[in-house]
């Protein structure tokens, strides 16, 4: 009984201990995966490569090429601004481009200096 009790609790050891290397294999979560993501733009951001356009969205700068992980993370970051736009526009019954447009206006005003912006105009402008 002893020894079956010893096997029990070895055998619940070694559970504990695999469930705890499973879960370290594991994919981040969404949470570490946007905060991921963000870094890969804010550093984008800051080598030129990408910038803040007025309407709302994030993109590549004309004529730079940008590796799979800054265009995945622009996506990504754009997707997330849709869905926050189209939220918005729903409670104030207006549409997804004007919320968008707002905020991209806000986002342009607040930009670090040296950054690139797209106005209006539709050209890109260091800051």
């Given at each position: 009984?002893?020894?079956?009790?010893?096997?029990?609790?070895?055998?619940?050891?070694?559970?504990?201990?695999?469930?705890?290397?499973?879960?370290?294999?594991?994919?981040?979560?969404?949470?570490?995966?946007?905060?991921?993501?963000?870094?890969?733009?804010?550093?984008?951001?800051?080598?030129?490569?990408?910038?803040?356009?007025?309407?709302?969205?994030?993109?590549?700068?004309?004529?730079?090429?940008?590796?799979?992980?800054?265009?995945?993370?622009?996506?990504e970051i754009n997707i997330k601004r849709k869905a926050v736009y189209t939220k918005l526009s729903t409670a104030q019954n207006v549409q997804p481009a004007i919320v968008a447009k707002?905020?991209?206006?806000?986002?342009?005003?607040?930009?670090?200096?040296?950054?690139?912006?797209?106005?209006?105009?539709?050209?890109?402008?260091?800051?």
């Amino acid at each position: 009984m002893a020894t079956l009790k010893t096997l029990l609790g070895s055998f619940a050891a070694l559970t504990l201990i695999a469930g705890s290397l499973t879960a370290i294999t594991y994919a981040p979560t969404a949470q570490a995966q946007a905060s991921n993501s963000k870094a890969v733009v804010d550093a984008a951001i800051a080598r030129g490569e990408v910038g803040e356009q007025i309407s709302g969205y994030l993109a590549v700068v004309d004529g730079v090429s940008v590796s799979a992980d800054v265009s995945a993370s622009v996506e990504e970051i754009n997707i997330k601004r849709k869905a926050v736009y189209t939220k918005l526009s729903t409670a104030q019954n207006v549409q997804p481009a004007i919320v968008a447009k707002l905020t991209g206006e806000k986002q342009l005003a607040k930009a670090a200096p040296g950054t690139y912006i797209k106005g209006a105009s539709g050209t890109w402008t260091k800051k």
